[in-house]
């Protein structure tokens, strides 16, 4: 199947300027909708929980904040944006209720609607504008007069313009300067969730702190161990973004090239456990796993959190992160300072 991609000429954007739009949640990704689409001349309003600790900051703004209710009941496309643990009962309890004949369902990842948790009736247009990194790298390239690229997607499609609406949306979030590529929830959410805990996260992270530990037990020190197994691992990325894996292995060391390609680590063994994992997410069992544990107020979750909240790289890493130039501490801007402060704080469980 030929890859489709779409940019800005492809998109009428005076299709969504008469929408009413609900961005519900001003996290890391809805504060990015929210300010993006805004500056794009859209009609915005902010939907959040009572009490919520994010109504000021979307105030000062420059948006309009309304509860939950009122932002469903008012808008005629909804982009929610809690995390996906949240959104079976925000959606339940606050927005199905208000949606109108033909009111818009969005979502920036594929997660509840593909394996069923949220079930719109079959007369509500649903896509899915998903970028490709986190919120506030969203705002902050849209800001500069650039954009992350998107993967886009229609899953109901009841009046035929569902298409154009999704990539004028996108367009408004200033993706499509990057680019959007067309998908389906099925494979947006399958893919997503094998990168993440197959390569990305489960699997580089674990292979760095595995490589800090072979280091350090063999007697090398700690702050050496940590230059050659993590820090570089920026370089590298860096290289493979902007020329592919060629030429990060290109800029390397003739020796490191050939360490490269004969390493024994990565095994047919591996290639198989990442098989076993797909089929966990493609069955639902990972989802399954994930919403009993969050339903029954997150105990699994939370014991994960604390055993892995103590990387053995962290021993020396914020010690050696101090010393690079272009670090001035782990957080760049104020909003990812208050979630951040060097831990997982981000979580909010129901
Ligand atoms: P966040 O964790 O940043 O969302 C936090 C926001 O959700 C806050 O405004 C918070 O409210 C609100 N919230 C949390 N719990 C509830 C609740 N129970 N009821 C009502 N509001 C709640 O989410 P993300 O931005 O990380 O994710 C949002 C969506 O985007 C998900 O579908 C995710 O998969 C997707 N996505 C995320 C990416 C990312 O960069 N993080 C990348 C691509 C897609 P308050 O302000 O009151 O605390
Ligand atoms: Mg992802």
Redesign the pocket.
Known sequence: MAVTIYYEEDVNPKIIQGKKIAI???????HAHALNLMDSGCDVRVG??EG???AEKAREAGLKVVD?DTAAEEADLIM?????E??P??YEEHIKDHLKAGDTLA???G?NIHYGYIKPSEDHPVFMV??K???HIVRREYAAGRGVPVVVAVEQDPDGKTWPLCLAYAKALGALRAGAIKTTFTEETETDLFGEQDVLMGGINHLCDLGFDVLTEAGYQPEIAYFEVFHELKMLVDLANEGGLNKARWSCSDTAQYGDYTSTVITDETKKRMQYQLKRIQDGSFAKEFMDDQAAGAPKFKELQEKFSHPHLETVGPKLRAMFSWNNGPAKDQDEAESFNGKIA?T?V?
Not at 24 to 30: A, D, E, N, P, V
Not at 80 to 84: G, Q, S
């Open positions: 519900i949640g001003y996290g890391s990704q809805g959040l929980r919520s600790k994010s939950m929610i944006l809690t995390p996906d949240t959104q009962k925000v979502f920036a990842h997660f998903a970028p990194g986190p919120g981000r909010q129901q």
